[in-house]
T-cell receptor, first 115, second 110 residues
Framework: NAGVMQNPRHLVRRRGQEARLRCSPM?????VYWYRQLPEEGLKFMVY????????ESGMPKERFSAEFPKEGPSILRIQQVVRGDSAAYFC?????????????FGDGTRLSIL | QKEVEQDPGPLSVPEGAIVSLNCTYS??????FMWYRQYSRKGPELLMY????GNKEDGRFTAQVDKSSKYISLFIRDSQPSDSATYLC??????????FGTGTRLQVFP
């Protein structure tokens, strides 16, 4: 499967727990983007990463959220001390390189539910 | 005012109809325009990608961009029940982050 892989597909957490969402980009892609989709809303940009670098985190909440894309392994979006308002679908996209002329391809998302 | 406006629908059409989906935007810096299709419980799938103004055709799909009016369109010819999905417009200009519309739900009935 050459597509963007996200896991888990569904994640249930209780308030106060930590959530870790993983994203493996398409083969040959070295740029990763995270977006959040709330019910009845469009996708909202969160963060843009290259290997070992955060390029743009202007859409990330200031507290509890962090992201990384290590040299080896998938990109991780981490949410600490989750609250009900974190319930959403989180999508990862990847592209071959940065720049606006490189289309972003999306995975099928992780649906996070907070009890 | 949102940067990108898109009618949420739903839009219901008979099989074989021509479908017109539209978005308007306010940021004149936007230069790259995309249409994604999203089936229920799946991720967005890139359908069309255009730069600046003009038309682009791919099979039954045609994308149009009118930068002077800040208006983009996606036309689907000979629509099929399998086209039933939510269609998202997205755009970007001087950054790498995509700005999405809220999506239009399309239903094509046999």
């Amino acid at each position: 499967n050459a597509g963007v892989m996200q896991n888990p597909r569904h994640l249930v957490r209780r308030r106060g727990q930590e959530a870790r969402l993983r994203c493996s980009p398409m083969k040959g892609h070295s740029h990763v983007y995270w977006y959040r989709q709330l019910p009845e809303e469009g996708l909202k940009f969160m963060v843009y990463l290259q290997k070992e670098n955060i390029i743009d985190e202007s859409g990330m909440p200031k507290e509890r959220f962090s992201a990384e894309f290590p040299k080896e392994g998938p990109s991780i979006l981490r949410i600490q001390q989750v609250v009900r308002g974190d319930s959403a679908a989180y999508f990862c996209a990847s592209s071959t390189s940065g720049g606006r002329n490189q289309p972003q391809h999306f995975g099928d998302g992780t649906r996070l539910s907070i009890l | 005012q949102k940067e990108v406006e898109q009618d949420p629908g739903p839009l219901s059409v008979p099989e074989g109809a021509i479908v017109s989906l539209n978005c308007t935007y306010s940021n004149s810096a936007f230069q790259y325009f995309m249409w994604y299709r999203q089936y229920s419980r799946k991720g967005p799938e890139l359908l069309m990608y255009t730069y600046s103004s003009g038309n682009k055709e791919d099979g039954r799909f045609t994308a149009q961009v009118d930068k002077s009016s800040k208006y983009i369109s996606l036309f689907i010819r000979d629509s099929q029940p399998s086209d039933s999905a939510t269609y998202l417009c997205a755009m970007t200009g001087d950054t790498d982050k995509l700005i999405f519309g809220t999506g239009t739900r399309l239903q094509v009935f046999p």
